[in-house]
């Protein structure tokens, strides 16, 4: 185990790759975790700095603070949640910690679910980490060697989350918009964006029009998408008033910096699944036969492109997942 300080594990745990998009534009790309960490955008103005999202924890939300430390002595004046799932909202409380005046920003959808859910939510990761935390002590009781290496550092990241979750003083966003909230600075113009339902009833996208980038959230990401909250059969039409935007950079909620050709092959696969479901759900099939057959027709194009994170995030158990959601909601 490589750590033993306080803070080792968690530390070692929330690991970033800093990269530049566009001029005073920066991503954070989450690198694979114990609990997964989304990304932030790192936007910076002539007199402060915006970054979107904040991750499943204070303490990785802490690394990007250390970052922005090293990168301008302008203080973080704007946080955006994108949406109010847990790995893009809990390190919110760090940010008015450490910046005292930084309003956190979202729609109203959003906050709203953030009360109605997610608060509910940390309840969940609360009780169910003791027991996860059993699994894996014995899971280390029983393994040898490397695998016994693997679990002993997957249980220190697990006891130091539940001590963090524990911890947690949820930090909901101050300012809250309808449709769309523009912020004009000096040197730029920040556009925040409700384009429709898709991963969430209250997506929203950051849209930097002079720069051509656009922060999308979990609307567009490098993987499988999560549709447990999701709306599949809106998703397309969201993605489609996304395109409309003039655009040649995304920041996605998880994954690496991408394009408009992404945007393409992603929307293909939320569509196309979603029509092959209403297809075979249309026969009567049970929903055992349509994930069956509608991941034999989707695998030949999508299975490759959807599988550069494939160990960490496999497709098929996605595709499975994504099945369920939209069979229960087209049958
Ligand atoms: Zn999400």
């Known amino acids: 185990m490589d750590c033993c300080g306080e803070e080792g594990a968690w530390k070692g745990d929330a690991k970033f790759e800093f990269k530049r998009v566009a001029d005073g534009v920066h991503v954070a790309v989450a690198q694979p975790a114990y609990k997964v960490n989304c990304n932030t955008a790192i936007i910076e103005d002539d007199d402060g700095v915006m970054v979107v999202d904040t991750h499943s924890k204070p303490t990785a939300a802490r690394v990007i603070v250390e970052h922005l430390r090293g990168m301008t002595t302008k203080p973080v004046r704007y946080v955006v949640n994108t949406h109010f799932h847990w790995d893009h909202w809990h390190g919110n409380e760090v940010y008015p910690a450490a910046y005292p005046g930084a309003e956190i920003v979202t729609n109203q959808i959003t906050r709203e ?40 550092r997957e249980l220190a990241l697990a006891r130091a989350y539940l001590a963090e979750v524990n911890a947690l003083k949820p930090a909901l966003p101050t ?17 925040l964006l409700h384009l429709g339902r898709a991963h969430t009833a209250g997506d929203v996208f950051v849209y930097l029009p002079k720069e051509k980038v656009v ?74 036969e349509v994930k069956q057959r509608v991941t034999a027709k989707l695998a030949p194009v999508y299975e490759k492109p959807f599988s550069a994170y494939g160990d960490y995030r496999p497709w098929r158990a996605g595709l499975a997942a994504n099945v369920e959601r939209t069979f229960a909601m087209v049958s």
């Open 113 to 152: 679910a953030m009360v109605m859910k997610g608060f509910k939510r940390i309840g969940d990761h609360r009780r169910q980490m003791p027991a996860d935390i059993a699994t894996l002590e014995a899971g280390v009781a029983a393994a040898r060697g490397d695998q016994r290496a693997k679990l002993e």
């Open 175 to 191: 300012i809250a918009f309808e449709q769309t909230m523009k912020l004009y600075r000096r040197g730029r113009e920040i556009h």
């Open 215 to 288: 922060i999308t959230g979990d609307a567009l990401i490098g993987w499988t998408p999560f549709m447990g909250d999701g709306y599949p059969e809106d998703w397309a039409g969201t993605l489609d008033r996304l395109a409309q935007l003039d655009f040649t950079h995304v920041i996605m909620g998880h994954g690496d910096v991408a394009d408009r050709d992404w945007l393409k092959v992603f929307r293909g696969y939320v569509s196309d699944m979603v029509a092959a479901v209403r297809e075979e759900a249309a026969t009567g099939a049970t929903l055992d």
